[in-house]
């Protein structure tokens, strides 16, 4: 079992950064996977971005392209989601997820890909 918990979250005006942090619980290191998604009022949630353990390769969606980045800690127990030049647009619930199998998902961007959630933390950008 995998519990997720993400952290960093608030309030930030157009322009900020913040960054955000996904802790794994009750394990040594992090799953195979994780997965960064976010989620707006009265929209599905939207792949973000994602870190490989093993290789620490990462991948951002286009719409976050040049903005958002994923990275690990040198002991591999944090995935941290650097987010800069934030707009009204990237409000929303942010959430961490994993895919505890060995090889990527051939649709890694899809929610089903992810066994495990974290409940999420808040992003408010105001304009």
């Known amino acids: 079992q995998v519990q997720l918990v993400e952290s960093g979250g608030g309030l930030v005006q157009a322009g900020g950064s913040l960054r955000l942090s996904c802790a794994a619980s009750?394990?040594?290191?992090?799953?195979?996977?994780v997965g960064w998604f976010r989620q707006a009022p009265g929209k599905e949630r939207e792949f973000v971005g994602l870190?490989?353990?093993?290789?620490?390769?990462?991948f951002v969606a286009n719409s976050v392209r040049g903005r958002f980045t994923v990275s690990t800690d040198g002991a591999r127990t944090t995935v941290f989601l650097q987010m800069s030049s934030l707009e009204p647009d990237d409000t929303a619930v942010y959430h961490c997820?994993?895919?505890?199998?060995?090889?990527?998902?051939?649709?890694?961007?899809?929610?089903?890909?992810?066994?495990?959630w974290g409940p999420g933390t808040p992003v408010t950008v105001s304009s």
């Open positions: 997820a994993a895919d505890s199998s060995l090889q990527l998902s051939a649709d890694y961007t899809g929610v089903a890909a992810y066994d495990y």
């Open positions: 009750g394990r040594t290191s992090i799953p195979s996977t």
């Open positions: 870190l490989r353990r093993n290789s620490i390769a990462t």
